[in-house]
T-cell receptor
Framework: ETGVTQTPRHLVMGMTNKKSLKCEQHLGHNAMYWYKQSAKKPLELMFVYNFKEQTENNSVPSRFSPECPNSSHLFLHLHTLQPEDSALYLC?????????FGPGTRLTVL | AQTVTQSQPEMSVQEAETVTLSCTYDTSESDYYLFWYKQPPSRQMILVIRQEAYKQQNATENRFSVNFQKAAKSFSLKISDSQLGDAAMYFCAYRRITGGGAQKLVFGQGTRLTINP
């Protein structure tokens, strides 16, 4: 248990659906991150938030829309996804030298 | 840009034996952090060990130790007395120290470690 939680743990959605992933941390960290983990590929950083402000968007398609209402919560809104977006989506928080990861949401896009 | 390379997609070791996972990286920075993260089948990634580049002494955490060769830009992880619970994906990662704010991690491709009973 790292102190970072993610819901849901599993999600199956059609290409026309809209869904949201939620991440929560109560570690007092100011930075939060979204990563995509696909099979046989390194973790890909998607977004970085620092003090609720987005500081990095790693050329992520607009069908992924992040939201950070406060330093403890991070959302990833999904709409009109493609099958190739199926992956494990990891959230992390960091306030010092390293990051703490959540368990991930396994997303399947049909 | 910094890159991290793990050249061993899979490794296996007998229980109680020692195994070494390799990692090389490329950076023009002189000061940085290096990490090994473990991702068990339950998928929650956890930190195994951390090394600050300015420290010459290799980091050690119980059965886990690193061999940090700064000039060669090499950062290998040694697991002694391997246990079944060590089975996982292991990721090597790099992070800059300077710049402040949120610092991103650059990950290697991962090494899947299997422990044979």
């Amino acid at each position: 248990e790292t102190g970072v939680t993610q819901t849901p743990r599993h999600l199956v959605m059609g290409m026309t659906n809209k869904k949201s992933l939620k991440c929560e941390q109560h570690l007092g960290h100011n930075a939060m991150y979204w990563y995509k983990q696909s099979a046989k590929k390194p973790l890909e950083l998607m977004f970085v938030y620092n003090f609720k402000e987005q500081t990095e968007n790693n050329s992520v398609p607009s069908r992924f829309s992040p939201e950070c209402p406060n330093s403890s919560h991070l959302f990833l809104h999904l709409h009109t996804l493609q099958p190739e977006d199926s992956a494990l989506y990891l959230c992390a928080s960091g306030g010092g030298t390293h990051q703490f990861f959540g368990p991930g949401t396994r997303l399947t896009v049909l | 840009a910094q890159t991290v390379t793990q050249s061993q997609p899979e490794m296996s070791v007998q229980e109680a034996e020692t195994v070494t996972l390799s990692c090389t990286y490329d950076t023009s920075e002189s000061d940085y952090y290096l990490f090994w993260y473990k991702q068990p089948p339950s998928r929650q990634m956890i930190l195994v060990i951390r090394q600050e580049a300015y420290k010459q002494q290799n980091a050690t955490e119980n059965r886990f130790s690193v061999n940090f060769q700064k000039a060669a830009k090499s950062f290998s992880l040694k697991i002694s007395d391997s246990q079944l619970g060590d089975a996982a994906m292991y990721f090597c990662a790099y992070r800059r120290i300077t710049g402040g704010g949120a610092q991103k991690l650059v990950f290697g491709q991962g090494t899947r470690l299997t422990i044979n009973p």
